[in-house]
Each structure stands twice: as structure tokens, then as C-alpha cells.
């Protein structure tokens, strides 16, 4: 291999990963995958959850050690046994889920274990002069105040933390693992520019999502991984979402979402709505008024921050109600903890999986039956041969990929965790179910299975409250979509008159709309 | 959908056959690594010391460590749960003493066992409810809340008894049954801790009562919004625990023959958090279970009488003690693979 010489510098692979495999008990995540990424390109990864993309990038960080394979950095041989010696050779990973330290501040958070000082005392203000450039150069100004505490991060601004914390030393191959689950559009697009930035510095950058347009936004070429191997890579010019899918799921997607539209139920004046909110006050949600009727899907969309999923939590009473009241099937409700909401036949999957959903050192079975164990039990006896016919037909149905029903949570891969906390709701099957980022991380194949099961349980006369930051979702499923921000409604467009424009401008602030559409 | 056909059989499949494996693995892994480990620890500690001295062996010596184990064993049984569900009870062993006091008083002033053993289960509920009701609604630590009364029981047990032995309870055929009967050649110490072990056992493996705790002790904003009633389980655990540490105090009255307020009972919060860690038990809750913790109660008993017969100091007892539970953490901590950085959770 040649090192030198200004030709070889633009042909020679920035990183070269060579036939790394890797397994886990019984599981065979990774088999002699072997990958290219040049600097200045960026190359997207793709596959169906589970396929191994995450326990790739685990590899490249030093979080993982591979069994067998190697990487080559610039043409050196190179290994880590920890993510700091990877950190010092350039390499850094954006993970899926950030770790933040949640008792200091934003500030802190990024320059952690480098903050400026004069003598052993921390100079905060250097820091904060610091962090707000960096913040401004990022474009993440608007969205982060570098004085926010670890712990009040929401998801995306977490994100943003772990991108700063990357870039505040020389980095030489940057990887994203599904960075855009959590962000609003027009986070996207700053994250886009960044991603275009880096590049242009010659940065190589993996990029790790399930978000089809994504790809062809912001890649340069495309590697496919199935089932822990490799099963091609294109370039972003010469191929098109169907081929893309193919290769992912290893056979024709007929379509990836087909749209039932589902008759109108009609608003007759006797006709009582399963779900109601009226007059709603909390601390960050106000004067909220909206029904939901059996076999509707109502959507609600709104930037991050806009106070969907504060008012989720406040309808199943996870959060204090100031005033008005929460009514299902014409009977107001006395809230006082999600259990009560649940009596009365409301359940609730949250957005944040692990921290609000999952039982991560259990198996997929406790986690599946964990709403339906009463249900389950005679005498209080847990009856555990039906569990377990439960737990697997809906491994089967949202195809979690898992050696067994007995597998820890924690060892699926993001997507897959994802479909057990929806298996958990579908299985009790509520009265009204609320749904806040459904699918998020889950990939194409099993998106589409479960927008068939939506419409299906709003066909047999569930009412759907779905909280979606992914346009073509909400647009694609809801009958209506209500839109918020800042903690109120802002607007309500049926199914006929709702488009991605639509709902955008209701979800700007004035003083933000124009922000807004130059991003 | 249709399309799904194919993909469909191939979970399914991979689904429905758990463990492509021998036999032996499968049985060795629903013993569990924990269990079988402490199960080679006891096996060679009783050849160490069976070799040693060989009355380790006897028929009586095996009487003893089942009776002097039982009473600790049964607080390390319900401080499992406590456990299991995130928390802790560093009160046992007041509760223990405080109810061993009023067993005997109440035994004495009424010349009734039964009155006497029924008001010291009562004041153990009233003192699990007193816990469980300071640590839900005034939302304060398990562990600080615990350590006030671990404090304040102790306290009132030494001044209702003026910190003496109180009553004589050696001529009641109640009390004299629980202390040295026996049934089947059985002691009833160690039937009282069999039956209590049991009941925990099957309530956690096998009702949704057990799901739950579990649930809690994993992941309470989960299991609270999964429906679970938080703060019924915690103060329904917290009386369990009151109520098996009143049945300690009362063993506790039968086998020294009075009420003490302190003596014997001192400690036992120690010895039953020692034996629930080193039977496995997660110190942040969610992973655990009896079987280990009977197994970590046997080990540590066997090991105490070893010490003994072989004219160990007893200080030396309590540092055999400590230093075990410090290896059984470490090694809990290693198997969860938990990174070596950051403060210890
Ligand atoms: N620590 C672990 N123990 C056991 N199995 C694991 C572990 N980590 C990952 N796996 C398994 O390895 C496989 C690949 O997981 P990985 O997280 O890399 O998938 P992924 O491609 O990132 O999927 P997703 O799109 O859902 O994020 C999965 O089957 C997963 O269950
Ligand atoms: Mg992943």
C-alpha cells in the first residue's frame, strides 16, 4: 500500500476496518466485516436492526474488542483497548444513546476532564466564552444554553453535548449512530451543515441511520450490512431506495407504508369521545382541548420542546394537572399516578425507552408481560406457558431479532428494544394508547409492520394519540394532526389538508419562521 | 402484511428454541453462576474444616449451625426483597430487639405466650409501616430513613427494658418448643426459616407480586408507568420485612429464654445485608433471588462454627465477615461488567 504522495492521499482509506468479527453469547453480531472510509466522504451505513452497525462503531470507539480482524488508521495498524485511546488517535463516536453527567452543567459536560484553568481553579468564565463560540461556530446556539444542567437535557440537546465533546479535540474519523432519532427537522438540517463542514475539512465520517432520504441528503456512498455482514456498498449516484432496501432486508419491499384511510368517524353531537382533554393546565403545557374517538388516530406534531410529551405524562398522571381534566369515555378522571390512568384504560409507551420503558436486565418476556400480569395471573400465579406464547408471537410479528424470549433487553440492539416496549402496550391493548415516537430507530421493514398494527388496533376501535417528529409518520398515520408549541395548540388539519409545510409553519414561532425556512 | 412471510419463519423459529446447547449447560444455567459458585465455596469450607476436626460432621454440630442461622436467615430472606426493590433496612436488628423486649414483657404482665408473640408481630408491623410510609411520603432515603430507626428502636427497646434482660420465658412450653423442639428431627428454628424462605421464594419466582418488585427495583419510572403502584409495593415490602423481624424477636425471646434488648439482635442488619450481597442480590435493585441468599446464609453460618471449633478468636470472625463481603461485591460488580471508571453505583 502506498503512503505518500499526494495521490495516494485522496485513494487511500482514511480508516479501513478488515474482516473484524464479533460475537456475543449465542449471538454472531459481527462476521468479517470489511469497510472502507475516506476522509472528506461520507459514508452511510445501513441495515435492518440488529444487522451490527452500532457493535461496528462499538469497535471503532474501543468499547468493543473485536475477536478477530483489525483496523488500519491512515495505513497503520492500529487497536484500542479503551475509548480514550481511541479518542487520542481521532476516531470518535456519536452513540446512540449519550452518556451526560447529570449534576453539571452543559459547559462542563463538553470540556470534561479538559476544562481551563487558572492554577487548580476551574475558570468558569474561560469556559463559558469557550463552549458559547463553540456553540455558535456548531450552529447550536439557538437550541443549547451552556449553563442547563446534564440532567434537564432533552434527548437531542444530550446529542448535541456529545457532538461538541467530539469536536473539542483534532478528530480524524467521526461516526453518528442514528444522530437524527431524536432532533426536529430543523436540527437535521444544522447537524447537515455541521456533517457538510466537517467534511469539507476532510474529516471521514460514518453516518449510521434508517432514515432513507437521509442517506440521500447527506452521504456520499452507502455500505450495507445484514445480518452481521457485509453485503455491499454503492455509490450514492448510481443507486435508489429500492435497491438500498433490497440489500438491506434481502428480498423486495413491495411498499413501505401502505395508507388505509380509514372512514371518518362522524362527529354527531351524542357521540362521546374515548379520550378528551379539556381546559388542560400543567406547568408546561396550557389550555389544552382536544378528543380522540374510538378507531381515530390522532396525531400531534410540534418541535422538540413544544410540550408533546409533557402533556402525554400529564395525561396519564405522570405530571401534576394544574386545571381542566382528563375525561375517557365521557368520565373525568382523578389522576394521581399512571396507575390510575391505566384503570381507566389509558396506556402510555414513552419516548425514552431505557430510561422510561425498559427493564434493561430483564428478559424480553418480563418486559413484554410487565402491563398484562394481572391479567396473566390466576390466583396471582403468574401463568407463565401463555406468557410466553405472548412474548413470542409478537417477537415474531415485529420480527425482534433475538436468539430467545429469555435474552436481556439490554443486549438488544436500539431498534429492538424499541419493538419490545411497543410489544409491552400491544399486548394490553388499552382503551386509548398514546404512542410518543413509536418508531424511533426501528428500521424499514418492521416501520411499515407497525403502522399496519396501528391501523388495525384503530380498526377494531382503539383511540391513538401518536406523538411523531418524523413528518411523513404522522402525516402517513393520523386521521387528524393536531400541531403544538410552547405547551399550546396551535393548529388542527385533517388528514386531507395536512402536508409537511402545513404542519411546519404551525410548529414555528413567529420569530423563529424564518429560521426556520432557511434550514 | 404479506411480504413478510419469509423473515417471519426465521424468527420464529429462532424464537422458539431457547438454547441451542447441551443439557448440562441448561441445567448449570438455571442454577445460575452465582449459586454455583457459593455452592463450591461451602463445599470446599466444609472439607477445609471437616479435615481439621472432624466433629464438624456430627449429626449435633449440623443441629447448631441450622438453629444459629435460622434467625439471621430469615431477616437476610426478607432484607432480599427490600433489596430486590432498590432499597435497604438497616433496622432489622432494633426491630428484632425492641419486639424480643415486648414479647417477653407482655409474656410476663399477661402470663399468655400467644398474647405475648402477637403484640410483638403487631409493633414489628407497625415499625415496617413506619418505615415504608417515612420513605414513600416523606420521600426520604432508605438507607438514612432505616438508620433513624435503626437508632430509634434501639432506643426504645433499651428504655421500656431499662436496657436489662427482661422476664424469664425458659418454663413456657411455647416459647421452649420454638427453641429446642423439633419436628421430623428438624428444629423448629429451622422449619420457621424453610417455610419463610419458601413463601418469599415462590412469591417472587412465581406471582405477578414478584414481577413487580423486580420491575421496581430495575427501573421505577418504567414500572410506574406500566401502572405499578410504586408505593403500595414499597411500604407493602417495609412491613414484611417489620413483621419477619418481630418473628426474629420472638425466636430471639424463646431461644435466650427473656426479652433482650440488645443482645443477639445486634449486628443482625449487618450479617443479613452481608448474606443478601454475597447471595447476589444487586445493590441497585432488580437482580437477585432466595436461593442465593439461603445459600450465602449456610456459608456464612458454616464458616462462623468452623471458626469456632477450630478456636478461632472471634474478633477474627467479624474480619472473615467484612472481607467476604467486600469479594462478593467486587465479583458481582466484575460479572456485571461494570466499566472501571466513574464512582461505583
Ligand atoms: N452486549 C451484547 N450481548 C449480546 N448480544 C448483543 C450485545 N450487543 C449487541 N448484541 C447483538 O448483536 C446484534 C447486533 O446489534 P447492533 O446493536 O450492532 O445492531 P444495529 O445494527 O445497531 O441495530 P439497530 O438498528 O436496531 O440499532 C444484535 O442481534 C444484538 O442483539
Ligand atoms: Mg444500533
Redesign the interface.
Known sequence: MQLTGAGAQVTAPRLRAETISKAFSGVQALSEVSLDVRAGEVLALMGENGAGKSTLLRVLSGDHQPDSGRLILDGAAVSFATPAEAHRAGLRVIQQEPEIVPHVSVAENVYLGELPRRGRVVNKRALFAQVRTDLERYGFAQALDPATLGADLSPAQRQMVEILRALASPVRVIAFDEPTSSLADHEVAALFDLIRRLRDDGVAIIYVSHRMPEIFTIADRVAVLRDGRFVGERSIAVTDTDELVRMMVGRDLSEIFVRTPRSTVDAGEGDVPVLELRELETDDVHGINLRVRAGEVVGIGGLMGAGRSELAHAVVGDLPIRSGYVAVSGKQLRLRSPADALRAGIGFAPEERKAQALLLRRSIRDNISLAILARLSRARIVRRGEERDIARNFVRQLSIRTPSIEQEVGNLSGGNQQKVVLARWLARRPKVLILDEPTRGVDVGAKAEIYSIINQLAEEGMALLVISSELPELLGLSDRVLVMQEGRITGELSRGEATEEGVLALAMADDLSTTGESA | ?I??D???LA??E???????GNPIRRVLDAIGVQNISLIIALVLLCAIIGSQNSNFFLISNVKTIGTTVAIVGILAVVQTVVMLLGGLDISVGSAAGLTSVISAMVFMSAKSAALGIAVALVVGVAVGLLNGIVIVYGRVNAVIATLATYAGLRGLANLISNGRAQGYTGTDSTFTFLARGSLGGIPILVWVLIIIALAVHLMLR????G??I??IG??P??????????NRYVVGCYVLVGLVAAVAGVLLTARTGSGQPTSGSQGLELQSITAAALGGV?LQG??GGISGTVLAVILLGVLQNGLTILGVNSFWQDIAQGALLIVAVVIQQRRRGVRAYGLPR
Open positions: 402484511m411480504q413478510t419469509s423473515r417471519e424468527t420464529a429462532t424464537a422458539t428454541k431457547p438454547y441451542a412465581y406471582t405477578d407480586i414481577r413487580n423486580f420491575a430495575g427501573n419510572t418504567a414500572a410506574r408507568l406500566a401502572g405499578i403502584n410504586l444487586a432488580g437482580k
